[in-house]
């Protein structure tokens, strides 16, 4: 808009004009999501930069988790489902069941997370690795399209990533920091974005670098798995005590533990992107991605050792058996007792993940009908655990416990034991794993779509897209002593 002000008490000569004001708000943000959603032949969803920046967003998948239909998880396996959130979904589904891309094209992440290295997680990725200033608009695809990499049998996740066209002429950036308090750990942790970005008619270059810092504390009790009371052993418990009930096939915890964890994560890294336009029909855009996971983390679990005490020979004082479950019990202390308790320590130091990857795009309009895309790309990324010393230690003597459902935390006594004598306990298995996990691809594509507006039918698109994928785990070492 132009506006022109002539200032009161003042002659025209002396008035200041103004050439142009440019007002932008975030109902710009809105209509330009709503016209992608309009736009797109499929069911999706879509948010801008501008949408972002209205949140308290850490990474990607914070932003995901406002759409509809998106559904986020946090430590999705085997760390626990705590922290930040790491794994996103779509419709309800698996995240082994939802492609994400970016700029289009597959994104090799890895996991800190030694159960995460080896198992199956599919084509989905962990958003630890990308923080929320990388995007310019995410677009959560929840139907099919042929257009679409192959693999997200649920839907695609698109994050596109700003390029140096998207900004102003000459040079502009921003920069983004703040403080993330932690209650349980009691720390306050800085995190920060820098970006800057120059271009002209022809040529524009954007750098961002980022760094992010959390600390995590969990305190929690686990419930690892449920075994049936066997017939036998619930016949030698009632002809030794008849008062106590038949728990022949009685659900009974094997291990309930009182858990405590502790990580600090350090994310940092960069995005560089070069665009080139030498005419009006002809275009580049090369860029380059690194994000680097340090996330040392330290597991104390102390658990009761039901698989151990539930013995025909030893007998409990009082058993409660509701909807076929052994929710409570009381084993005594005597001599030749079985261990009721087996306390875990887990320690991975310099646990890290990685994503990396590079990117060339371009596109050709021989005519204004015609349009021709190209992409070549290589992307990498890496699990790592360098070590992961664990000890086993066994003891106790006696036991009693009670479940109080859903909603509330068991209770558990050991009334022979003295949890501050060492010499009540003894090493039942000590081990050390290391593994290394590496992902990587390397992929390019061609495209043409040929405007034809002729009735139902507005274009004819074709393409052909190469890809080779490799998963790799290693194990150089895993011994148990």
């Known amino acids: 808009a132009s506006v022109s002000s002539n200032t009161s008490g003042k002659t025209d000569s002396q008035s200041t004009a103004l050439q142009e004001v440019v007002v932008t708000g975030i109902r710009f943000s809105v ?11 499929n069911n999706v969803e879509v948010m801008t930069a501008e949408d972002v920046g209205k949140l308290p967003a850490q990474n990607v998948a914070d932003v995901l988790q406002t759409m509809p239909g998106v559904n986020t ?226 597991n104390d679990n102390f658990l009761m050792w039901g698989s151990k005490f539930i013995s025909p020979t030893y007998v409990p004082t009082s058993l409660t058996v509701q909807n076929g479950t052994l929710v409570a019990g009381t084993w005594p202390t005597q001599a030749g007792a079985p261990p009721s308790i087996v306390y875990d320590q887990i320690m991975r130091p310099d646990a890290a993940a990685q994503s990396s990857f590079i990117n060339l795009d371009g596109k050709w309009d021989p005519t204004s009908d015609l349009t021709i895309g190209g992409q070549l790309g290589f992307t990498y990324g890496e699990g790592k655990t360098p070590s992961q010393p664990a000890f086993e230690y066994y003891g106790g003597n006696g036991v009693s416990y009670q479940l109080h459902g859903l909603n509330s935390l068991a209770t558990v006594q050991f009334p022979g034991t003295a949890t501050n004598n060492p010499a009540g306990y003894g090493v039942s298995w000590a081990w050390n794993d290391i593994l290394h996990s590496i992902d990587k691809e390397a992929y390019g594509k061609l495209d043409a779509t040929l405007r034809v507006d002729d009735g139902a039918f507005e274009a004819l698109k074709m393409g052909v897209r190469f890809a080779h994928h490799q998963h790799n785990t290693m194990w150089p070492q895993d011994q148990g002593l």
């Not at 330009?32 to 736009?39: E, M």
């Not at 589904?93 to 891309?101: E, F, N, R, Y």
């Open 31 to 41: 209509r330009q999501s709503l016209a992608l959603k309009r736009a797109s032949t």
């Open 73 to 298: 998880q946090s430590s999705v396996a085997g760390e626990g489902g705590f922290a930040i959130n790491d794994r996103v979904s779509l419709l309800g589904t698996p995240p082994i069941l939802t492609q994400v891309t970016v700029d289009g094209h597959y994104v090799s992440s890895g996991d800190w997370f030694i159960e995460d290295q080896y198992q199956t997680v599919g084509r989905s990725v962990s958003f630890d690795l990308f923080p929320a200033t990388m995007i310019s608009r995410v677009t959560a695809y929840q139907s099919q399209d042929p257009k679409l990499l192959s693999g997200g049998v649920a839907g695609t996740v698109d994050i596109q990533t700003p390029e140096p066209f998207h900004f102003k002429k000459g040079f502009s950036g921003f920069v983004n920091a703040g403080v993330n308090y932690w209650d349980m750990p009691n720390k306050a942790n800085p995190q920060g974005t820098v970006q800057l970005s120059w271009r002209n008619d022809e040529f524009g270059v954007l750098a961002q670098v980022f760094y992010q810092k959390q600390s995590i504390r969990r305190d929690g009790q686990e419930m690892l798995g449920y075994a049936p009371v066997p017939a036998a052993t619930a016949a030698a418990w009632q002809a030794a005590n008849s008062s106590l009930p038949n728990a022949a096939g009685a659900m009974y915890p094997t291990l309930l533990g009182q858990a405590l964890f502790e990580q600090t994560q350090e994310n940092t890294g960069g995005l560089l992107d070069f665009q080139f336009k030498p005419s009006d029909t002809l275009s580049f855009n090369l860029t380059a991605f690194y994000s680097h996971l340090l996330a040392s983390n330290y």
